[in-house]
């Protein structure tokens, strides 16, 4: 019985279209159906919906944020000399990067996906055995890596992505377990639990990213810049 616009709004951003599908045509009993004016408004609302943007109050917060997130950065790079200390701060500004992926599937599409330690794993392996195995250096081993990881992540998301809900979370999940038990298995390409070591320096340019002050630089501003990518394309 609600007014068919209310009843798209409510239905929110990721679930209009899925809403209007399921709304039958003509009058019911009860005033439970819509009729084509109502559908149309309904599906105007939902338009409404998908076009909303953030406010630029949310916006300038976001800036905000992410400033004072690499002052203080900046800080710990200038004062703090454990480097254990710093490479810890970088080991947590890298796997935010990691964390953040999962809003492309979950913000964009609405379904948690559990399978993104399979491309993670993937890149850092590949990087690393074409700087180990096929002699590259570390610029273009990343590049092939993220290549590597792009490709593979395609083939699994046309795979997986025909399911919803539970099914492609369990799927997803599966499918990563299984490469990680792979990859503690095959001791001669993986190393196994103790993974792969003896790496050539590391460097892009002028930076050396086994320096733990440049790991952290590189990985903060790379954080911020996914947070305020993320935060222009919601």
Known sequence: ????????????????E?????????????????DGRGRRAA??????CRARRPSPLLEVCMLRIVFVFWLVTGAVVLF???????????????????????NILLGGLGEVPLGQSLFFGLG?????????????P??????????????????VGVLTLKLTGANFSIVSWGIAGVAGVAALNFDGLTGGPLGLFGFPPMKVGLFDLADPHVYLVCTALAAGVAMLVLEAVR
């Open 138 to 155: 570390f610029p273009l081993a990343a590049l092939g890596a993220m290549v590597l990881a792009a490709v593979v992540s395609w083939i």
């Open 124 to 136: 850092a392996y590949a990087a690393a055995l074409l700087m180990l195995r096929a002699g590259w």
């Open 1 to 16: 019985g609600q007014h068919p616009r209310r009843l798209a709004i409510s239905a929110g951003h990721g679930t209009a």
């Open 43 to 48: 599906r105007e609302a939902a338009g409404d």
């Open 18 to 34: 899925r809403v209007l599908r399921d709304l039958p045509v003509g009058p019911l009993g009860g005033g439970a159906g819509l």
């Open 80 to 102: 703090v000399d454990s480097p254990f200390l710093l490479m810890l701060c970088g080991y947590a500004f890298a796997f935010s990067l990691f964390a953040l992926s999962i």
